[in-house]
């Protein structure tokens, strides 16, 4: 009997022991590679945003992060993916675009941007820097402000798009200065610098990371930062704010976003994960290169952060009748 015993509670002991690692893996997240969106073409700020996060994600999330780009449609095309993706192993880089403005500029579209999506974390912001061709008079805002006001709808500004962040940043400024100057769109960023650079277009908004290089070497004339502060990289440019309009802030924001199919307690691991990523060397060196602002934060934040963005650009939106091209 003693001998049956042992055997009873040894082969107990050993069921329960495979079971263990069973249920460890059953709970485990993440169990495969991460495939991280990013719905714009390679290049550009949500390039170096979306591979400097999936490199630091990957050293401490225990799988790959691996950045695929699937631009389309403003965005659209991989925002419906990932709302419909199951695999509980699929994320989005969120922007200003796809969560803030698509849902205003378009009737309808393949995604719920507020139902379909959990936000994870704001990753980073990228400012809008305001730039004239050299032939433009103006040497800062406010010239070419009073510029502007005193021939209206004689000068042009150029975007990468209908929509884009640089569209969105000049009909922000234009609002908030009560100015008008007609709008060019593009087919891209690159060919918009083309005639910028050209000189076949008075202004434009960019980002920091695509048109620093051309102001360091002299190409346009930066007249305003739409960050809240000035930046390391051009100390002597002001801020749209010191040049007479308190608060405005104009940035380009990129956030992690996952299906809202995942559970909370591995959105909340991830983000926890996201905010460590976001402060570490690595990323800060890569991000600061080009005028890059690591943010982090938790997924309460980032979700109160959209609902303030959507409303400021619902009023952009329809105020300046901007519909998709």
């Known amino acids: 009997m003693p001998m049956n015993r042992r055997h009873v509670l040894a082969g107990t002991a050993a069921a329960i022991a495979g079971l263990v690692p069973l249920r460890g893996l059953a709970q485990a997240w993440p169990s495969k590679p991460i495939r991280f969106l990013v719905p ?22 225990g799988q790959n992060v691996f950045v695929e780009n699937k631009p389309g449609a403003s965005g659209n095309i991989a925002m419906a993916e990932a709302a419909r993706a199951d695999d509980q192993h699929t994320l989005i880089l969120g922007h200003i675009g796809t969560l803030a403005v698509n849902p205003f500029m378009y009737d309808k579209l393949p995604y719920d941007a507020n139902k379909d999506f959990k936000a994870v974390s704001l990753l980073a912001k990228v400012p809008s820097l305001y730039v004239v061709n050299p032939n433009v008079p103006a040497k800062n805002l ?35 200065a009560d100015i008008f100057i007609t709008h060019i769109p593009y087919k891209g960023t690159g060919p918009q610098l083309t005639d910028l650079l050209a000189g076949r277009l008075e202004a434009a908004a960019v980002g920091a990371a695509a048109i620093l290089p051309h102001i360091k070497a002299g190409k346009v004339r930066c007249i305003a930062t739409g960050s809240a502060r000035r930046l390391p990289q ?57 005028a890059a602002e690591a943010v982090g934060g938790t997924p309460q934040q980032f979700a109160q952060f959209i609902a303030a963005e959507q409303k400021r650009w619902k009023l952009v939106v329809e105020r300046a009748k901007i519909k998709p091209e």
């Open 142 to 176: 406010k010239e070419f402000i009073a510029m502007v006001k005193a021939r209206p709808g004689q000068y042009n500004y150029g975007s990468a798009g209908n929509g884009s962040a640089g569209h969105l940043a000049m009909e922000y400024l234009k609002m908030t």
């Open 234 to 290: 051009i100390p002597d440019v002001d801020t749209v704010a010191e040049q007479g309009y308190p608060g405005f802030e104009m940035t380009q924001w990129y956030g992690l976003l996952a299906p809202a199919t995942l559970p909370q307690a591995h959105v909340d691991k991830l983000a926890a994960e996201t905010q460590k990523a976001m402060k570490s060397a690595g990323a800060l060196e890569r991000l600061n290169a080009d």
């Open 40 to 61: 714009f073409a390679p290049g550009g700020s949500s390039e170096i945003i979306a591979r400097a996060t999936a490199a630091e994600l990957s050293k401490t999330i």
